[in-house]
């Protein structure tokens, strides 16, 4: 029987994001200074998602984990440090490409390129590292029961307006079945 998992349905709207960017800036439209803001304005409002990600992981699904694995705990808390760095320059790059006149956009939109190919591949291998050798000291460690009441406690920290963004981003990179979980748990 499967067990509640904290972090699959959450990663997967974080990846189908994380591709989108990563495919959306290797197209843009460079002459189209509306095209570089709308792609300017995904860019934040992507690293606002894995920002608030890392938060909330920090702040309830890593406090239980410590109980039960420090060491994976405290490697896990440093890949956030890590991402936070490169999070920033993708941020520091995306707003130099905003600001860059029409000749020098190309090299812009390529640095930001390398930058955002450089997170998704970080993001992966971390995200990894939580679904596979983090759910398995939770799984060891606590009951369902257990799980479920530290994912209700985490999303009552999240205001009812944002959580419906949340919801909306995982539903669209989710099976039905996890989408009406997620759905849930805000009452989990
Ligand atoms: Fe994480």
Redesign the pocket.
């Known amino acids: 029987m499967s067990r509640v998992d904290l ?1 699959s349905p959450i990663h997967k709207g974080l990846r189908g994001a994380l591709f989108e960017f990563a495919t959306d800036v290797a197209r843009v439209e460079l002459s189209s200074t509306h095209a570089i803001d709308r792609l300017v304005a995904q860019v934040e409002r992507v690293l606002a998602y894995l920002d608030e ?2 938060d909330h ?1 920090d702040s309830h699904t890593f406090v239980a984990l410590r109980g039960l694995s420090p060491e994976l705990a405290d490697e ?1 808390a440093g ?2 440090h890590a ?1 936070d760095i490169v999070q920033r320059e993708v941020e520091r790059l995306a707003h130099e490409l905003a600001l860059a006149d029409l000749a020098r956009r190309e090299e812009a939109a390529a640095k930001l390129g390398v930058a955002i190919n450089h997170l998704v591949a970080m993001q992966l291998i ?2 990894n590292r ?1 679904e596979t050798l983090a759910n398995e000291a939770l799984w060891t460690g606590l009951g369902d029961d257990a799980l479920v009441a530290l994912r209700s406690r985490l999303v009552a920290t999240i205001p009812a307006a944002r959580y419906a963004e949340w919801i909306q981003l995982v539903g669209r990179f989710t099976s039905p079945v996890e989408r009406h979980l997620v759905d849930n748990a805000r009452v989990g």
């Open positions: 972090f990600h890392a992981e896990l890949d956030h991402l971390h995200m939580e």
